[in-house]
């Protein structure tokens, strides 16, 4: 079998790629769509042809020998835009990686190394193939050499031969050069005859074969018009056929015997992948590549099973990794524990682990250090088999965060692949997912599975850390998050109790007031029908009751929540419609999803803090969402009634910030006038109102002081006129005379606005206080509603980031000192700015003067931070 050789048009398949695909940018803000296109491409070749001799051709630049004879040639052609020539050095690079392959030659087109190296080709009797999506060079076609056009995208093409390209265009390969001196070429500003197209073109040929032949005999052209356009631009036709004819003994410096191709190394290709944000094609490198034999073939591992755990086994510096096969850690069991040290890598059973004093005793000395893969949940499982390990010094999960904190998976073999460590497995691979989510039969197969997780995060904590360094994230990482995880773990084994009884009777009073407001519903209706059918719904709204129809949908009106909101003033069934939503919500999401996950023995719930989700640092709270109880409706504040202290003469105390993005934002913006506002203890949205309606703020009326709020914390969340006008229920030209306004009265945190803008427009990201970054690939887009997203992100990330670090800051000092103390006092729940703690009540004094202390003092602002507290016998009482 011939040898391949697969020759590739490097400016038109990205030019191609660049306006096929929407303007990608990876997490440092550099475009990357045409480099993208690119590799979808070349990987696709080097899957499909596998080729012996590789090269990617370029052009040199703008003026080549062509412009001595046609000064203007490609002298239409617009500006290359600079979102695409700032990727053809990213594209070198790429092509570097795969260790392909590229040239150019000063005075010459691509075409023509293209065609010098498949004429060489072609006379050794080697198979070529051509990628373009230049037409120009199909007149290298013939029974050597194919080339493939690009039609629809990047990787969509037809390939010619000498017969698909008769059937296709109806014309030899040797005629393109003739069809494109008759019908011209726009595109490359080559004139041909004015007024003659494809259809016409490629009939004369047919009737006189070839440019010459048609001069020769021109009396014999039929049409008047037609003869006389020939005419009259020969001179044009014959400097046309000169341009578009490819040089096929061009002075290359490169033979076939340069470009031969032995393939890749993925886990070098892996790496550059993972620096331009490519996570999608990280899998398709895997099974490709010179080392994919490799890769393929996972290398043995020596793994000894332990059944009577030594201290020996232990040398202090652990990778620990402890299985479990789903998500809720706080049910799931632990199905195997696997460690890695620097002389062995051993696996073990958790009830061999929990009945090993060896074990226990190693996993509670916090002097021998531990390397885990998320020590929150880590912490969670062992407590949960009565074993609290301690010293978990690295957290896999925690840096792959902090370095990629938007990227949705940070399992370990996600994070392995991304740094190259391609020796494990996906989890879907070994347990499969979903409801056919299990653990294998064969154990050996298992048991390697856990062990290479742990063999991967033992080698990639040095390479996480050094990266973590020089980001200036490390401090961020082993000051704030670490320890905040262990705390975490502990909170969410500790759990928060609930009181079931008063959880019912809180499901039956929701029933009744549901069926009070449904009868008041079809009361106004005058009829009864299906509250939850849009179908019933819409026609009693819109055609009985002949509201005004908002929006439509495909299968009638439309009853959203929206729309109803529209139309709340129009009718009063709108408002308990919108009630009944509400109360509907309370019962099944807050009552009956509340009382399923109630821990049979302890009577509490777990919820489970997710952190590393948010791209702000913020926490979350999942299983259930604790921080997302509805607290405007009395009925939804009334479920915190139900959280209770776990022992009896204990209290819940709440202490939370007061405003605190609005007094980060003065410290960063050093806006005078806000700075003062805190330092003087004025409330915050009477002084905006006195400053943006210019009046005192005596005169300041509600309306005011609630519109003054909303632009506060509009600010804050990056609120656009859009977002304020429908927030204050105002025009958007009246919305954005408001921000204006208020940007005036405080130019400080115009001027922060602009600049934190401008460096994430360099950079590529923002930060907050303690340096936690948050990237924007849009800050640059050409897509207006892209890029003003991603600015208001600029400035409200830093401010939102800064005031989540501050409060975990917080949580960590406030533990710390509760121990210094010695006080039994516990920390159950953090719920965005504000901290729930059970406590004794004799210790509520003290715990009330520590805590507030603990929380003002955490952090050193240019304002005062502020913190409110209060306690009662339920969570309810507390506020």
């Known amino acids: 079998m011939a040898e391949k050789v697969v020759l590739i048009d490097g400016n038109s398949i990205a030019y191609r790629a660049f306006f096929a695909l929407p303007l990608l940018n990876n997490d440092k803000g550099v475009y990357t769509n045409a480099v993208y296109g690119f590799t979808t491409m070349l990987l696709k070749i080097l899957e499909e042809d596998n080729p012996d001799h590789l090269l990617v051709a370029f052009d040199a630049g703008k003026t080549t020998f062509r412009h001595q004879t046609y000064k203007e040639y490609k002298g239409g052609r617009q500006k290359t835009p600079s979102e695409l020539s700032e990727q053809f050095p990213i594209l070198k690079e790429l092509l570097d990686a795969f260790e392909v392959n590229y040239y150019q030659l000063e005075n010459y087109e691509a075409d023509d190394i293209i065609g010098t190296l498949a004429a060489e080709a072609g006379e050794k009797g080697l198979e070529v193939k051509v990628i373009s999506g230049d037409k120009d060079l199909l007149q290298l076609v013939n029974d050597h050499v194919t080339v493939s056009l690009t039609k629809k995208g990047i990787t969509n093409v037809d390939t010619y031969t000498p017969s698909f390209l008769m059937e296709k265009m109806e014309v030899r390969p040797d005629q393109i050069i003739d069809l494109k001196a008759l019908m011209g070429d726009s595109s490359d500003n080559i004139p041909g005859v004015p007024g003659v197209g494809e259809k016409t073109a490629v009939k004369l040929l047919k009737q006189f074969d070839t440019l010459e032949n048609l001069y020769t005999n021109l009396e014999d052209v039929s049409g008047k018009k037609l003869k006389e356009k020939l005419e009259a631009n020969k001179e044009e036709a014959l400097m046309s056929q000169q341009l578009v004819t490819i040089e ?112 226990k005793a190693w996993a509670e000395n916090a002097e021998k250090e531990k390397w885990a893969f998320d020590a929150k949940r880590t912490t969670v499982a062992l407590l949960r088999y009565g074993i609290y390990m301690k010293g978990i010094t690295f957290d896999l999960l925690l840096a792959s965060y902090l370095l990629n904190p938007s990227e949705n998976n940070h399992d370990i073999p996600a994070i392995a692949h991304r740094l190259g460590e391609t020796a494990v497995k996906y989890d879907e691979e070994v347990y499969g997912k979903g409801a056919k989510m299990k653990r294998p039969e064969n154990n050996d197969e298992f048991r390697d599975h856990i062990s290479r997780k742990a063999s991967a995060l033992y080698n990639m904590k040095e390479n996480m850390e050094k990266q973590l360094k020089e980001n200036e994230q490390y401090r961020l990482f082993k000051e704030l998050e670490m320890p905040l995880a262990l705390i975490l773990g502990l909170m969410e084994h500790r759990g928060v109790c609930v009181d079931v009884q008063r959880l019912e009777e809180m499901g039956d009073e929701l029933e009744e007031r549901l069926n009070k407001v449904e009868q008041e519903i079809y009361d106004l209706a005058g009829e009864e029908f299906n509250l939850n059918s849009p179908k019933q719904l819409g026609p009693v709204l819109f055609e009985k009751l002949e509201l005004p129809v908002i929006k439509k949908t495909k299968t009638g009106y439309s009853t959203s929540a929206d729309v109803l909101e529209q139309l709340e003033d129009q009718h009063e069934i709108i408002p308990k419609i919108l009630l009944n939503r509400q109360l509907r919500k309370l019962k099944s ?103 943006v309606f210019g009046v005192t703020s005596e005169e300041v009326t509600g309306e005011m002081r609630r519109q003054a709020k909303a632009v506060n914390f509009g600010i804050v969340y990056g609120i656009s006129d859009y977002g304020l006008s429908q927030s204050l229920g105002i ?89 210094q103390e010695n006080m039994e006092a516990k920390v159950l729940l953090q719920v965005h700015d504000e901290l729930i703690i059970e406590a004794p009540k004799e210790e509520v004094a003290k715990l009330e003067e520590i805590v507030v202390s603990v929380m003002e003092s955490t952090v050193e602002l240019d304002v005062p931070l502020k913190v409110d507290s209060s306690f009662g016998d339920t969570w309810y009482d507390a506020k």
């Open 731 to 819: 025009a958007r030209k009246e919305a954005q005379a408001f921000i204006d306004r208020y940007l005036e009265s405080y130019p400080g945190v115009k001027a922060y606005m602009d600049e934190t803008v401008r460096e994430a427009k360099d950079t590529g990201y923002v930060t907050t206080f303690m340096n936690r970054r948050r990237y924007l690939p849009d800050i640059k887009s050409r897509n207006f509603n892209k890029r003003s997203f991603a600015e208001r992100t600029a400035m409200n990330t830093p401010i939102q980031g800064s005031a989540a670090d501050i409060i975990k800051k917080a949580m960590i000092d406030l533990e710390e000192r509760l121990q």
């Open 589 to 691: 999401t807050y009552i009956e999803g509340l009382l399923k996950v109630v821990h049979k023995d302890s009577g509490k719930i777990h919820t489970r803090f997710n952190q590393a989700l948010t791209q702000t640092g913020r926490l979350s709270s999942t299983d259930p969402n604790l921080q997302n109880i509805p607290i405007r409706l009395e009925e939804g504040r009334k479920i915190r009634q139900a959280f209770i202290p776990s022992q009896d003469g204990w209290v819940i105390f709440a202490s939370d910030y007061s405003q605190i993005e609005l007094r980060v934002l003065a410290h960063i913006a050093q806006d005078e006038k806000l700075m003062q506002a805190f330092k003087e203890g004025e409330d915050i949205h009477t002084q905006t109102a006195s400053e």
């Open 248 to 359: 096929r003994n061009a002075p290359i410096e490169v033979a076939l015997s340069d470009i031969s191709y032995s393939g890749y190394h993925s886990q070098k290709v892996g790496q550059f992948f993972k620096e331009l944000g490519f996570q999608s094609l990280l899998s398709r490198i895997q099974e490709g590549g010179a080392d994919s034999e490799d890769t393929a073939e996972l290398p043995e591992m020596d793994i000894e099973i332990i059944k009577d755990v030594k201290p020996h086994l232990f040398t202090g510096k652990e990778a620990v990794v402890v299985e479990m096969l789903y998500d809720n850690y706080h049910t799931a069991p632990v199905e195997g524990i696997a460690i890695v040290n620097e002389n062995k890598t051993f696996v073990l059973s958790i009830e061999d682990a929990k009945d090993s004093e060896a074990f």
